[in-house]
């Protein structure tokens, strides 16, 4: 390639002007390849779970029948009544509802994570989960008595508007603490987070001080974090709101790319950081809010999924966020199917499983990455 | 052409930049020196649009102010003193940041990319893991991002700015003198180049045009050998020096009198 000057003399640069240097074999440091291959294997994995979440249960609906249930999506007359009905009102809904929440969970994570530029963000960790789950709480108490008007002119969603809500000032209130000119201290986001957290959690704790019995029994089971009680409605209700989020985080990969370079640096590249952050911080809360509207605090589906997927794929959102919500659908319908077998008929609360593996994973991570905290 | 008029910048109420107008035309690779406290890597965060100034900056006629970023992205990229990475990105991963903002579909993205990495001289540190580089090689993969950024010097007809902050501090003198011939060639093939300097050789082998500050000001500004004089650098730099021109090599050697 030749430039011309501005005297009009004529030169070649070095740009193109001899052989080829790029090999049209993939580049050894480009993991894109290992990505795409990653997430096809991961669409199938995602398919048999869903299909082996959908078979297993207290009740016996045998394999075939499912297959052929979804299969002829939901015309097959090989299918009893019974079968029927214990897919298309419990066992269907729940297994979407998985699906949103665990995708939802998983992409917030990587986020959240690429938004801080820090792998130990987490929306369950940093208090954004408690602040979501602090708007959701003051419904299911006062949304039959002081906020009855707002309740209503809601309709279903008002729990998710309001979990949203306390999820976006919660996230807010945590970006302005923990970042001064462009820099976010992890130390002062992690302990930020467990003070805003703490608030949080001692608002709801008047909520359920004041709250009934009823009341109280619904909050318990929602505080570990439950699938159970999923219903088309509530599939309805958080459905348009998680799945715009997850399409919209394809638009945030480049910025969120950028990001990791510091947010300096992320300008000179190309982005308008103000408004990407902004757009960044209410998608977080918008997905947090309704995860937790309906499915309570489950924990470390947003630590554990991007961390691991980092390691196989490397961290280009790009390919990380879809990565993200598809292995994120998958943990979450196994640890649901764990959680709904363990004890069954009985069944504990998913937040329980996510928890007890992902808590341990967490320290690992903290362990492995101690400088990055510069206590 | 980048022109700053009246550039002024206050920290904390103090005036750190006092008044700096200068103009940096196509092909000219302009050096910022003078001491530590000088107000050189403000003066380059403020034409880069990191901090707030009062004055103009304009590359190629357009506002740095009010251009979008993306529009700025395409003219110019940043070299800063130092990265840090929050991610486990491979050497190529990096330097692929730096195309994200490209929309060109034509563009040859990938050769563009062995090319950068060929010329700071880590061809086949491609599959490597950035934080285990040590920190010259993290630089020279930094410099190769912001070369894959605004790669080709002349882009639609304007030139394209490179601006470096240090970009040869923490090298050793082979690689030195690499990125200094890299930013040369830059400025020879039609782009221009604003590097913070501190070797004071190296700049007066490789600039076109030197920008002497002192205390905040420019002391004084324009080619090597009229502003690295004895006389500017001791009223500078408050010691003594010896300035010569080495006829062997036809170069100019600027020494500190240890006494």
Known sequence: ?375 | MLSVSHLNVSLARKQIIKDISFEVPSGTFCSIVGPNGSGKTTTLRALTGEIAYQGTVQINNLDIKTTHPAEMAALRGVLPQSSQLAFPFTVYEVVRLGQLSRTDMLLDHEEIIAQALEKVGLANFGHRFYQELSGGEQQRVQLARVLAQVWEPVWHGMPRVLFLDEPISSLDIRHQIQIMKIARQYCDDGGIVVAVLHDLNLTAAYSDQIVLLKAGAIHSIGQPQNVLTKNNLEAVYHCTMHVSQNDAHNQFQITPVLA
């Open chain 1, 1 to 375: 390639m030749t430039v011309s000057r501005s005297g009009g003399q004529r030169i070649s640069g070095p740009y193109f002007n001899g052989s080829k240097l790029h090999d049209p074999k993939p580049n050894p440091g480009d993991r894109s390849v290992y990505a795409h291959i990653l997430t096809i294997l991961m669409f199938v994995a995602l398919l048999v779970t869903s299909i082996f979440a959908l078979s297993s249960g207290a009740a016996e609906v045998n394999i075939n029948s499912t297959m052929s249930y979804i299969f002829s999506f939901g015309q097959s007359l090989e299918i009893n009544a019974y079968e029927r009905v214990i897919l298309e009102t419990i066992r269907l809904p729940r297994v979407i509802l998985g699906i949103l929440i665990g995708a939802s969970l998983a992409v917030s994570g990587a986020v959240m994570q690429g938004l801080f530029r820090n792998p130990l963000a987490d929306p369950g960790i940093v208090g954004v989960a408690s602040g979501a789950g602090l708007g959701a709480v003051s419904f299911i108490v006062l949304g039959t008595s002081y906020l009855a008007p707002v309740a209503t002119f809601f309709g279903i969603y008002h729990v998710p508007i309001a979990a949203f809500l306390g999820g976006l000032l919660t996230t807010f209130l945590l970006y302005r603490v923990s970042t001064r000119r462009g820099h976010t201290s992890v130390a002062t986001m992690l302990l930020a987070g467990i003070a805003l957290g703490a608030l949080a959690g001692a608002c709801t704790g008047i909520l359920v001080f004041i709250a009934d019995d009823e009341q109280l029994r619904d909050l318990t089971f929602w505080q570990l974090g439950s699938l159970a009680g999923a219903t088309w409605t509530k599939i309805f209700a958080i459905a348009p709101i998680i799945l715009p989020i997850l399409f919209l985080s394809a638009f945030l990969a480049k910025g969120l790319n950028a990001m990791t370079l510091g947010e300096a640096t992320a300008r000179h590249l190309g982005i308008n950081v103000q408004i990407f952050k902004r757009i960044t911080i209410i998608a977080v809360a918008a997905s947090t809010g309704a995860a937790v509207a309906v499915s309570g605090g489950i924990g470390f589906v947003g630590i554990v999924v991007p961390h691991l997927l980092r390691l196989w794929i490397g961290p280009d959102h790009k390919y990380l966020l879809p990565a993200c919500a598809l292995l994120g659908a998958i943990m979450l319908l196994l640890a649901d199917t764990v959680a709904r077998q363990i004890v069954a008929p009985a069944e504990l609360p998913i937040g329980i499983i996510t928890a007890t593996i992902g808590a341990p994973f967490f320290l690992w991570i903290l362990l492995r990455k101690r400088s990055l905290l510069d206590l």
